[in-house]
């Protein structure tokens, strides 16, 4: 019996999509992470989940390159630890030497001999990127600005950022005998995600705009990124010829931040979309779960050996927050480790034990448990009745 055309094209049909089908089912497994699929043209890139440092997507992020004027967040960092530490103080009179005054490139044209306090040269350098600014601050607070720097490449030893050395405060292209700075996405990420625990850092990178020496100039922030993405407000951006255009750039939604770093973009519009796609892409694929928070009391008590009392109360020793993709929040295991009984006397603060977030086989985050009391020990007739 003939087959009609109509039963022919609906056999065809049939057939290609089971082709299509067993292709899909032979092809490589799903990647672990959405952000994986993303794709970017410019030369380096990565997101990070700025509570818990893991890494939602990354491209060549261990790739050398230059930062441009990205490197004066580690000048802020370096300062406002300074700051926190009481050996400076943000009134203090900052001098302008002659060495900063002829520093070229982005600057609030600084002249000799001008007197300015060290918050206001922090908001040139942060906001308008002033290089003249680093420069006086670097020299105020080390001494010159090669004894800065030395203080800038052992703080990055100090966080890791194996990829980084520095030869500069403010970033610009080397002159002549002089060496170009080095970092890579993933130190830029971890630099920016110790300068978001500053809030007055945040104030400062989060100013669109500013009057300087007395309303006489204006700074205006380089991050034109800031009035276009909800909840950005920071860090610092970069260019040079050699750099192209970066940013090291944060923005908090619901109680979950994010960090994204783009390194090599061709222009500012590039640059602008592919911070904005990392950031977007952060804030709806992923999802930040609160676990522990520091001080808080676990519902169960440790049993104490001879003490005072019978068992002891535990608490969290700081807080614990993963990132997750949204439908995996529910599949984080939370879990206690801790010995079935201590023996007396135990003090307040002491780690007791652990607490481990999973999701499957990955660890995604620990956190210590503490004794929450003193339990001193017993007497020897309280314990022998």
Not at 23 to 47: D, K
Not at 81 to 89: A, C, H, Q, W
Not at 285 to 299: N, R
Request: charge should be positive; glycine fraction near 8%.
């Amino acid at each position: 019996m003939a087959t009609s055309p109509t039963r022919t094209k609906k056999k065809t049909a049939a057939c290609t999509a089971l082709f299509c089908l067993l292709l899909l089912l032979l092809l490589p497994g799903q990647p672990a992470r959405a952000a994986e699929t993303f794709q970017s043209p410019v030369t380096a890139a990565l997101l990070m989940d700025a509570a818990s440092g893991e890494v939602l997507y990354e491209l060549n992020s261990h790739a050398q390159h230059p930062p441009a004027s990205m490197v004066k967040m580690m000048v802020a960092l370096i300062v406002m630890e300074k700051v926190r530490e009481g050996s400076l103080k943000l009134e203090e009179p900052i001098t302008v030497s002659a060495r900063a005054a002829k520093i070229g490139g982005s600057q609030v044209y600084l002249k000799q001999g001008e007197v300015f306090a060290l918050e206001e040269l922090m908001k040139a350098m942060m906001i308008h990127s002033a290089n003249d600014a680093a420069t006086a601050i670097a020299e105020t607070v080390a001494g010159s600005v090669e004894a800065f720097v030395d203080l800038m490449n052992l703080k990055a030893k100090e966080l890791g950022m194996n990829d980084t050395v520095f030869h500069s405060v403010h970033g610009l292209p080397p002159g002549k005998g002089q060496e170009m700075d080095l970092s890579s996405a993933y130190d830029l990420a971890l630099l920016g995600r110790q300068l978001v625990q500053d809030p007055k850092i945040l104030e400062w990178t989060s100013t669109v705009e500013e009057p300087f020496r007395g309303g006489q100039f204006t700074l205006r922030n380089t991050n034109k990124i800031l009035t276009r993405f909800r909840g950005m407000d920071g860090i610092k951006t970069g260019y040079i010829r050699e750099a192209g255009f970066c940013i090291t750039a944060t923005a908090a939604r619901d109680g979950t931040r994010m960090i994204a770093v783009v390194l090599g973009a061709k222009n500012d519009a590039m640059r602008t979309a592919e911070t904005t796609r990392l950031l977007s892409l952060g804030f709806n694929t992923y999802k930040t779960v609160t676990l522990a928070t520091a001080g808080q009391v676990l519902a169960k008590r440790l049993k104490v050996k001879k003490g005072k009392s019978p068992d002891v109360g535990l608490k969290y020793a700081s807080d614990l927050r993963v990132s997750v993709k949204n439908d995996q929040a529910s599949q984080v295991v939370f879990a206690d480790e801790l010995p079935e009984q201590v023996e007396a006397p135990v003090q307040e603060g002491t780690p007791l034990g652990k607490a481990t977030a999973r999701l499957g086989d990955r660890v995604l985050g620990q956190v210590d448990i503490l004794a929450a009391e003193t339990i001193e020990k017993a007497s020897f007739w309280k314990r022998l009745f």
